[in-house]
């Protein structure tokens, strides 16, 4: 409610305003006809947002039915808070939202056109990537005479286990786990991440079929381990392919980086949530083009 009220407010590009929100963990102490539709009545409010799937709710009900008959408009609390900020809202889903909204049933043209794009993708930016490997060879060579790739352990699709090649872009190091100890980017590494040129031995994963163009980052298996004991339905990203790139690599601007960080991961996971209920082959091109104008901008500056 915070952050729809922040948003909302703040923003004349929605063209309404929040004039108030009820908390209903505390309901029982509101006076719902004296304090709520006497103010609904005198400042002609013609929207409310509710979160319906709230049993809290149910006491307030027969009040809210007969809005109805003063034109008063109900939209899912859900959905427009879905439609403002690309992610579902982790603080309202209860099991009952994955029970309506996330399905492991196949969706044959969807599952087609994907596998399809990932093949032509992969293949034709495989053979192109093929002509920067010479010079990633030479240049991590000459930084500082290491390995040229990095090869790690990753979850993929229903917890199997696939491992990941990038192009080494940290100092030689030990790791405890599948995490990186005493590692710092290397000064070739920090241009290929930049560029994300570190990635493109993944494509071979892509073609392989253990990883997808657009999904959920995978992640280290240790790291998965500890969300899923502190982040409620963690595991549900485990459904789909993991991909290269994804929802919530455009949209959530601050990611845990190597270390575990429980908040930073929920917050990512709502974006993960997103895709998984909403994904569609118009969504993955949506994602494709995204990922390739972030790109280009990037490259650019």
């Known amino acids: ?15 309404l305003e929040f004039i108030s929100s009820v908390d209903l963990n505390r309901i029982e102490g509101v006076d719902f006809r004296d304090e709520i539709l006497a103010r609904v009545y005198s400042e002609e409010v013609q929207i409310i947002a509710i979160d319906l799937k709230n049993e809290k709710v149910e006491p307030i009900l027969p009040h809210l039915y007969n809005l109805i008959f003063s034109q008063v408009k109900f939209i899912d609390m859900y959905k427009v808070y879905e439609d403002i900020f690309d992610k579902v809202p982790l603080s309202l889903v209860r099991y009952n939202w994955f029970l309506e909204n996330i399905s492991t049933e196949s969706r044959v043209t969807y599952d087609i056109l994907k596998r399809m794009m990932d093949i ?11 002509i920067f490997y010479p010079f990633v060879f030479l240049a991590i060579k000459i930084d500082d005479g290491g390995s040229i790739y990095f090869e790690q352990k990753r ?35 920090n241009f290929l991440r930049k560029t994300r040129i570190d990635e493109l031995p993944q494509l071979w994963s892509v073609l392989k079929g253990d990883l997808s ?32 790139s994804g929802w919530a690599q455009l949209y959530h601007t601050d990611p845990p980086k190597i270390n575990a960080d429980a908040e930073k991961t929920r ?17 993955d091109l949506k994602i494709a083009l995204k990922t390739v104008k972030a790109l280009l901008s990037r490259s650019g500056t």
């Open 267 to 283: 917050c990512k996971l709502s974006y993960d949530l997103y895709y998984i209920k909403n994904r569609s082959f118009m969504l």
């Open 155 to 189: 979850v993929g699709k229903n917890n199997k286990i696939i491992r990941t090649l990038k192009f080494r872009s940290m100092t030689e190091h030990r790791e405890e786990d599948g995490i990186a100890k005493e590692a710092t980017v290397t000064r070739v590494g």
């Open 213 to 244: 163009m657009i999904g959920p980052r995978p992640e280290i298996p240790t790291l998965v381990k500890y969300y899923e004991s502190e982040i409620s339905y963690y595991n549900v990203r485990h459904l789909l392919k993991p991909g290269l």
């Open 120 to 130: 032509a993708l992969s293949f034709v930016g495989g053979i192109i990537s093929l």
């Open 1 to 15: 409610m915070k952050d729809l009220l922040e948003e909302v407010n703040n923003n004349p590009r929605y063209g």
